[in-house]
């Protein structure tokens, strides 16, 4: 695999043009910080005494602010509650200039909040607040309406799935032969319940723990990662599969037998929190901006190392990802 310098930086240079919808489970995330002093009492766990509080995007949502962030405009939709929760994720998406006019409220949902309690850089546990039933037939029709009166003029589809019930298989039914015949590029974050309904799609970006629980078969080498890689491809019919490795960074592979390794370009790993969400939101506004497949694997590989090495749900600007590649890439 040959790929110019110069060609990966006029790729980054040219994001920023781009209108990609984001559909998917929205989240809130919330974090608290603290100190461990002491063991409670009560039970044999630490008591963090709360010193910060915040609230981040979380999901689809911090998807489409990693798609802000990189320059795009991001359309997200989705489903929140009518509650406390849904008002404060507005007030997140406005200050990150994110439009609220496609999110759906669902007076039978909670909107998604998980809470992350974090002592000394270390995550001391989560608790989630949350419904994962399938959405309504109601609901999924009023997803369909708000998706076809934008389609015409968006670049790329993002499916952000976490198995909150919004991505369902009768809804991606409908969704991708529509992407496919206006030739749209689709890319799904997948959710190991839904993987076999993301047929057709442009490509899928499992973590490699996910690849081979879906494929029935544990990844343990190379051998195995091409063998899985193979069985998922086949069933999908995909164009594309990019395997995240962790340590080892990302594969990808083609449905023409093409296979990219990318070791990873982490210097120091803090947190892996919304790791998947930038991988996914680089790659996408790569291919935007012109990048082939394997450009868009590389640029995405280099934005991970830097969002790894922040606490929290993180993304990245193009211009720090232009530093990034020329750090890890250039002489």
């Known amino acids: 695999m040959s790929m110019k310098p110069e060609s990966i930086e006029k790729i980054i240079a040219n994001f920023g ?25 009560e039970a044999p766990v630490p008591v963090v005494d709360i010193k910060e509080e915040r609230l981040k995007l979380g999901g689809a949502a911090n998807v489409a602010n990693n798609i802000a962030t990189l320059g795009d405009e991001p359309i997200l939709l989705g489903i929140v509650g009518e509650d406390d929760a849904s008002v404060k994720l507005s007030q997140l998406l406005k200050h990150c200039n994110i439009t609220r006019d496609f999110l759906i409220n669902d007076s039978e949902r909670r909107t998604t909040i998980k809470t992350r309690i974090i002592a000394q850089s270390q995550q001391i546990v989560r608790a989630d607040r949350e419904d994962t039933k399938d959405i309504s037939e109601n609901i999924e029709k009023t997803i369909l309406t708000r998706f076809m009166s934008i389609i015409d003029k968006i670049n790329a589809i993002i499916i952000s799935d976490y ?112 790791a998947g969400d930038t991988v996914i939101s680089v790659f996408v506004s790569a291919i935007a901006a012109g990048a082939t497949l394997q450009e868009a694997a590389l640029i995405s590989n280099c934005a991970a190392g830097a969002v790894v090495a922040e606490i929290g749900t993180a993304a990245i600007t193009s211009r720090q990802l232009a530093q990034e590649f020329k750090d890890n890439f250039i002489d």
């Open 17 to 41: 043009k781009a209108k990609i919808l984001i559909l998917g489970d929205i989240m809130l995330d919330e974090y608290l910080y603290g100190d461990v002093g002491r063991i409670s009492p």
């Open 163 to 274: 198995g909150k019930g919004v991505i369902t298989a009768s809804l991606l039914e409908k969704l991708i032969p529509i992407c496919k015949e206006k030739n749209i590029f689709i890319a799904v974050d997948p959710k190991e319940s839904n993987f076999f309904n993301y047929k057709g799609v442009s490509v899928v970006t499992p973590n490699h723990h996910e690849a081979g629980f879906v494929a029935g078969r544990r990844i343990v080498n190379e051998n195995d990662l091409k063998n899985v890689s193979r069985i998922l491809l086949d069933k999908l019919q995909a164009e594309s599969l990019l395997i995240t490795r962790g340590s080892e960074g990302m594969a990808l592979f083609t449905a023409d037998d093409q296979v990219d390794y990318f070791p990873t370009v982490a210097r120091k790993v803090f947190d892996v929190t919304g």
